[in-house]
């Protein structure tokens, strides 16, 4: 078997067969010849993508490929360099959103977990979640302050809500425990339930899978299918590539800042710029 040859049964024995793809629904994301440059470094550079409604769709790439810098340029912590985000909001049609503020973006619909875990960790649980509703609520200040009815309506929703969206990941049971008690895996969830309750959209997920067991990882699994089952979109970072290919129904790959192949789990799987990134070439 030669060098390549090599590489390719390598590669191929960590990814498993993907599951049947889902249906591609009109887009909801586009991303236009998006850069960030940080004064010389390009560490993102002309990168386009879509993302369509009801799906999984996957940026992979090795550590530094500029994944996350995508997530930030399109999620508001800083602007692109140049190029367009347009996200097709479902009453007001395409909106620009490349420079918006975080908070803005997120009330039109799009969020996003951290590579790093961002949690209350001093708070309980269903308290964390609860953050999330913060977007939508109409309360004001002296809403706030008097605890007027409407205030006091909304808290016990949001209280309601939050309750739900535990139980729908998995952590009712841990609802008035301490974030910081929970496991790594769990606080992974934990996440994953606040930014749904931000009434997201797209759910942008950076690396849900890190730090977890191989137990964690399947039940990480059969979440995200569960969140597209009952009408969500997800684009997602992640480096376990069992994950990837057994949830995603379109793949992008990036390295040093710039896409090398994008397409569905199979073709990704076997394109040979892929195996190249992931695995290097050996020198003959």
Same mark, same amino acid.
């Given at each position: 078997?030669?060098?390549?040859?090599?590489?390719?049964?390598?590669?191929?024995?960590?990814?498993?067969?993907?599951?049947?793809?889902?249906?591609?629904?009109?887009?909801?994301?586009?991303?236009?010849?998006?850069?960030?440059?940080?004064?010389?470094?390009?560490?993102?550079? *002309?990168?386009?993508?879509?993302?369509?409604?009801?799906?999984?769709?996957? +940026?992979?790439?090795?550590?530094?490929?500029?994944?996350?810098?995508?997530?930030?340029?399109?999620?508001?912590?800083?602007?692109?360099?140049?190029?367009?985000?347009?996200?097709?909001?479902?009453?007001?049609?395409?909106?620009?959103?490349? !420079?918006?503020?975080?908070?803005? $973006?997120?009330?039109? !619909?799009?969020?996003?977990?951290?590579?790093? $875990?961002? +949690?209350?960790?001093?708070?309980?649980?269903?308290?964390?979640?609860?953050? !999330?509703?913060?977007?939508?609520?109409?309360?004001?200040?002296?809403?706030?302050?008097?605890?007027?009815?409407?205030?006091?309506?909304?808290?016990?929703?949001?209280?309601?809500?939050?309750?739900?969206?535990?139980?729908?990941?998995?952590? /009712?049971?841990?609802?008035?425990?301490?974030?910081?008690?929970?496991?790594? !895996?769990?606080?992974?969830? @934990?996440?994953?339930?606040?930014?749904?309750?931000?009434?997201?959209?797209? /759910?942008?997920?950076?690396?849900?899978?890190?730090?977890?067991?191989?137990?964690?990882?399947?039940?990480?699994?059969?979440? $995200?299918?569960?969140?597209?089952?009952?009408?969500?979109?997800?684009?997602?970072?992640?480096? *376990?590539?069992? @994950?990837?290919?057994?949830?995603?129904?379109?793949?992008?790959?990036?390295?040093?800042?710039? +896409?090398?192949?994008?397409?569905?789990?199979?073709?990704?799987?076997?394109?040979?710029?892929?195996?190249?990134?992931?695995?290097?070439?050996?020198?003959?």
């Amino acid at each position: 078997m030669n060098d390549d040859l090599e590489a390719r049964a390598k590669i191929s024995d960590r990814l498993s067969a993907p599951r049947e793809l889902r249906t591609a629904g009109p887009p909801l994301l586009e991303v236009r010849g998006l850069c960030r440059y940080f004064g010389g470094v390009r560490a993102a550079h *002309d990168i386009s993508l879509t993302v369509r409604r009801g799906q999984i769709t996957s +940026l992979i790439g090795p550590n530094g490929a500029g994944k996350t810098t995508c997530f930030n340029a399109i999620t508001g912590i800083f602007p692109p360099t140049r190029g367009e985000v347009v996200f097709h909001h479902p009453e007001r049609g395409p909106v620009p959103i490349a !420079g918006l503020r975080p908070d803005r $973006i997120c009330q039109l !619909g799009v969020a996003r977990t951290f590579q790093n $875990i961002r +949690l209350f960790p001093d708070l309980p649980v269903v308290e964390n979640v609860k953050v !999330g509703f913060h977007c939508r609520t109409r309360s004001g200040l002296w809403g706030t302050v008097l605890r007027l009815p409407g205030m006091l309506r909304e808290e016990a929703e949001a209280h309601e809500a939050a309750l739900r969206y535990l139980d729908f990941v998995g952590l /009712l049971a841990s609802a008035h425990d301490l974030a910081t008690n929970l496991s790594y !895996g769990d606080q992974r969830r @934990l996440e994953i339930a606040r930014a749904l309750a931000t009434h997201p959209e797209l /759910l942008l997920l950076d690396e849900p899978a890190a730090g977890m067991n191989p137990s964690e990882t399947e039940q990480l699994m059969e979440l $995200i299918r569960r969140i597209c089952d009952l009408g969500g979109t997800v684009l997602l970072i992640e480096h *376990d590539m069992k @994950l990837v290919m057994n949830v995603s129904d379109r793949i992008y790959v990036m390295d040093h800042g710039e +896409l090398i192949a994008e397409g569905d789990p199979a073709a990704v799987k076997s394109n040979p710029k892929v195996v190249e990134a992931y695995l290097g070439v050996q020198e003959r």
